[in-house]
């Protein structure tokens, strides 16, 4: 079974620094992807970052980067120059199996992220 | 863009009542999903559907029902509302998936059963 874990229940961060948020996952399929979402007070999910397992680089969208170290199951997140509008939860997920072309995602347990002026 | 729409930000329901969450999606998805969420434990899958009248148990079925009679319509049922049913619940919806989909949410709805 997949398992995604997210050891850091909170973070503050001083406006313009780079933060890094953990993930770590498990599961024994070869093929994965891993996702990363934010959610910001209004309650909507939104989609950031994707990382599949056999992509040779790690993945990047504007200010945001992957660093994926497949060997040691990790997939942090790197926001650069945070900004106050970062301030939100953030979630890390890992695509499970593909049933009938729904693919179901299991998430951790967020990080909540608080960027200081 | 694409939208998911949940048609309650906030409900109060008695403890024994039966609950109808309705959620819309205005892409023509053939997935739609409802997660709950709660803090500290994430977001977890309830039920999915990957075609109209198909569904799929998700990680915590129990206590819950789902129902798609229209591809863009899909609605979570609780027959008996109990208060470990509190919690946000998300919908989604999405493509159907080779490799990598994502997501797409709604807003969420706040529900509280006391």
């Known amino acids: 079974a997949q398992k995604i874990t997210q050891t850091q229940p909170g973070m503050f961060v001083q406006e313009k620094e780079a933060v890094t948020l953990d993930c770590t996952y498990d599961t024994s399929d070869p093929s994965y992807g891993l996702f990363w979402y934010k959610q910001p007070s209004s309650g909507e999910m939104i989609f950031l970052i994707y990382?599949?397992?056999?992509?040779?680089q790690n993945a990047t969208e504007g200010r945001y980067s992957l660093n994926f170290q497949k060997a040691r199951k990790s997939a942090n997140l790197v926001i650069s120059a945070s900004q106050l509008g970062d301030s939100a939860m953030y979630f890390c997920?890992?695509?499970?199996?593909?049933?009938?072309?729904?693919?179901?995602?299991?998430f951790g347990q967020g990080t909540r992220l608080t960027i200081n002026p | 863009d694409v939208k998911v729409t949940q048609s309650s930000r906030y409900l109060v329901k008695r403890t024994g009542e039966k609950v109808f969450l309705e959620c819309v999606q205005d892409m023509d998805h053939e997935n739609m999903f409802w997660y709950r969420q709660d803090p500290g434990l994430g977001l977890r899958l309830i039920y999915f559907s990957y075609d109209v009248k198909m569904k799929e148990k998700g990680d915590i079925p129990e206590g819950y029902s789902v129902s798609r009679e229209k591809k863009e319509r899909f609605s979570l049922i609780l027959e008996s509302a109990s208060t470990n049913q509190t919690s946000m619940y998300l919908c989604?919806?999405?493509?159907?998936?080779?490799?990598?989909?994502?997501?797409?949410f709604g807003s969420g709805t706040q529900l509280s059963v006391l």
């Open positions: 997920a890992m695509r499970g199996p593909i049933i009938q072309g729904a693919q179901k995602l299991v």
């Open positions: 989604a919806s999405s493509y159907r998936a080779v490799t990598n989909e994502k997501l797409f």
């Open positions: 990382q599949g397992s056999y992509d040779q």
